[in-house]
């Protein structure tokens, strides 16, 4: 079975400080694993993916993720958080059910952004 | 716009009715998700399709059913509503199935209030 822990619900950082969303997964086939972010009343959307190519992954509005096997870990960052990034991010990891494949996304982490 | 559609945006019925909720996947896509997304409960799989045919079934409850039907729209039938049915509702599509290097589009959601 594939998991995903994304540590801390809520995540508040100043305008311009550095954003460090934390997620590690479990998984018992090599890993492919999504980063995707919620804004206020709308759908998730992909921000990055990992999918055994190049382990620091560099996703749209300057997010990257860098994947450490040996610490189960794809933890999101960003060096200058703006306003905009305020949002809910959800890490999630492919895996199997049934012999089919599925993904399981985590339980989220609300990004709050101060000025 | 991720070319994912879902009608209604919003749907508030009654305790005990039954409700049916609608998903157009982007074009050319075979696999359609179904979400529930709660506060309490945060994101959980419900179930997916792929070109018809059920693949994987995550937490859904027996009073809730979906199909996919031949030109590929899905329908997710909640019926005897509770009140813990009231959340929103996703759907998402992807080109073939989960996982891969398949990413997930997602709909904007139903939001369901149940009184």
């Known amino acids: 079975a594939q998991s995903v822990t994304q540590l801390g619900s809520h995540v508040s950082v100043s305008e311009g400080a550095l954003v460090l969303l934390r997620c590690n997964y479990s998984?018992?086939?090599?890993?492919?694993l999504f980063w995707y972010v919620q804004y206020p009343n709308q759908g998730l959307q992909l921000l990055l993916k990992?999918?055994?190519?190049?382990?620091l992954v560099k996703g749209i509005n300057g997010f990257e993720a860098e994947f450490k096997k040996s610490e189960t870990s794809f933890h999101l960052t960003k060096p200058s958080a703006h306003m905009s990034d305020a949002a809910e991010y959800f890490c999630a990891v492919r895996g199997y059910s049934g012999g089919y494949q599925k993904v399981t996304f985590g339980t989220g982490t609300k990004l709050q952004v101060i000025p | 716009d991720s070319g994912v559609t879902q009608t209604p945006k919003h749907l508030i019925t009654a305790t005990g009715q039954r409700v049916t909720l609608r998903c157009s996947p982007r074009s050319g896509d075979l696999s359609v998700y179904w979400y529930q997304q709660s506060l309490d409960q945060g994101l959980q799989f419900l179930i997916q399709y792929y070109n018809g045919e059920e693949r994987a079934k995550g937490n859904i409850l027996e009073r809730f059913s979906a199909q996919q039907f031949p030109d590929l729209h899905s329908e997710l039938n909640l019926s005897s509503l509770e009140l813990g049915d009231s959340a929103l509702y996703f759907c998402?599509?992807?080109?073939?199935?989960?996982?891969?290097?398949?990413?997930?589009?997602f709909g904007p959601g139903t939001r369901l209030t149940v009184l």
């Open positions: 998402a599509s992807s080109a073939g199935l989960a996982g891969n290097y398949n990413e997930q589009f």
């Open positions: 990992y999918t055994s190519a190049a382990t």
């Open positions: 998984s018992s086939v090599p890993p492919y």
